[in-house]
């Protein structure tokens, strides 16, 4: 199964979910001119995964900003994930915010309350 990698830009995160080694990650600023286009390949791609997922699949979430819009996407990406975590499949997310950075940690506070995955909040410095 091939990997998505996307580049990213100032309003587009870069992504990079590897099949072979189940590391999925996003990072950056997530403010595209239209989420769902920009996300939907993300969501397809899930849903072929999902069909031989790896043992344990890592995600790496590390979002400086993220709207509104983008904020649904994400969601459905996580829906995803938590079908392969109910398939009895190892899943972890891993959701990084800046030490100063209350509203990241409240929006990752607010995934893992709506997502039955398990999640780890994990501070980094500036």
Known sequence: MESVIIEGTPKTPSVKFDAAT??????????PENSIEFYKPLVDWLDKYSTDPVSQ???NIHLEYFNTSSSK???DVFKKL???HKAKNDVVVNWYYEEDDEDMLEAGEDYESIIRIPFKMIEVED
């Open 22 to 31: 189940g590391i999925l990650e996003i990072k950056g600023r997530s403010i």
């Open 57 to 59: 699949t890592v995600v």
């Open 73 to 75: 996407c994400i969601l």
């Open 82 to 84: 938590e079908l392969i």
